[in-house]
């Protein structure tokens, strides 16, 4: 299956601010020498050596992840802001899928703003599918989406296909894909999902707060969170602020990795990025949790922070 990051920004949309955008430009110069700017290879290589927060900022759109199965299937977890660059992307490149299948973890804002704006729910060509374990996933779909909190409804204006499929207990089918769920602790619930092909796996787990429950070697989590290849994992916070922010529904970084090492995770992507935190800070945070990994287990797990535009094959 092939990944891509649309948005990994957690509770709202953050873009750079002006005043950032301004200082990391200058930044920039005053690192230059002369003889990085010389020839277009000079200046490659001297951005190439820009620390990733000055030269890679993360993104500023809320939560949504594409994943394309082998046999072409679009599978979107989330429609936060990030499946609008999802949809300008398929715009810009003239391509027409005709059938997306959209899982929701839950209805927060940053997880289904994107919505209204993407583009093929408004083509009559295009099927969209759907899920989530919860009853009511219709009615909450339409009804975020009318007067006064957006000018036009889905009834009314989405001419696409629409099936709006609650999750039972038995795993989804999709090709040769298998998607299944849990619940986890956040305000109101949310639904983490794990996707596996071809004997590679993918949870996605964010808003949520891990707690002990979660480590517990019993069959489920087991089923559900053990060896899988890639852990898509809110990690919102510091511990501090974790320990400040306890019942918020997110966890920190460094309880993600001690979670990850003891489910022999392969790799661990931080999720669901404070807004409050700037690039620096989450690059810090990165580093930091690096070497947490490194200093708690001689297990190889590789730690990265989601980052938008981010893509993969697994
Ligand atoms: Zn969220
Ligand atoms: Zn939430």
């Known amino acids: ?3 891509k990051f649309w948005g990994s920004r957690g509770s709202h949309p953050r873009p750079l ?12 110069i005053q690192r230059a020498r002369p003889e990085d700017l010389e020839s277009p290879e000079c200046r490659e290589r001297f951005m190439a050596g ?3 927060w ?3 900022p993360l993104g500023g759109n809320t939560t949504c992840i594409e994943v394309r199965l082998s046999d072409g299937t679009v599978v979107i977890f989330d429609a936060g ?3 609008i660059e999802l949809s300008n992307d398929r715009k810009r490149r003239g391509v027409r899928d005709r059938e997306y299948h959209l899982f929701l973890t839950h209805f927060h804002y940053d997880h289904i703003q994107g919505f209204p704006f993407f583009a093929p729910a408004y083509s009559p060509e295009v099927r969209l599918e759907f899920y989530h374990p919860k009853e009511g996933l219709e009615h909450i779909m339409k009804e975020h989406m009318q007067p006064p909190y957006f000018p036009i409804t889905i009834e009314e204006h989405m001419a696409a296909g629409m099936r709006f499929n609650r999750l039972g207990e038995d795993p989804v089918q999709l090709g040769s894909a298998q998607i299944t769920w849990r619940k986890m602790r956040h305000p109101g619930d949310s639904f983490a999902y794990r996707i596996s092909e071809h004997g590679r796996s993918l ?5 949520c707060e891990l707690s002990p429950k979660d480590f517990e070697r019993e069959r489920e989590n087991e089923n559900f969170f053990a060896g899988a290849d890639i852990l898509i994992l809110d990690a919102q916070y510091t511990l501090n602020e974790a320990i400040e922010k306890h ?3 997110h966890s920190s970084f460094s309880l993600g990795v001690d979670f990850a090492l003891s489910w022999n995770i392969g790799t661990l992507y931080l999720f669901h990025h404070e807004p409050q935190y700037s690039d620096k800070q989450l690059y810090q945070n990165l580093t930091a949790a690096r070497y947490y990994a490194q200093t708690i287990s001689s297990a190889k797990l590789a730690v990265h922070l989601a980052e938008e535009g981010t893509e993969f094959t697994l």
């Open 1 to 3: 299956m092939w990944v």
């Open 17 to 28: 601010t002006t005043d950032e955008f301004r200082a990391k430009i200058s930044s920039i």
């Open 50 to 52: 820009l620390p990733s």
């Open 54 to 56: 000055l030269f890679r």
């Open 81 to 83: 802001t990030g499946i």
């Open 203 to 207: 949870v996605y787990a964010t808003d």
């Open 247 to 249: 019942d918020w529904g």
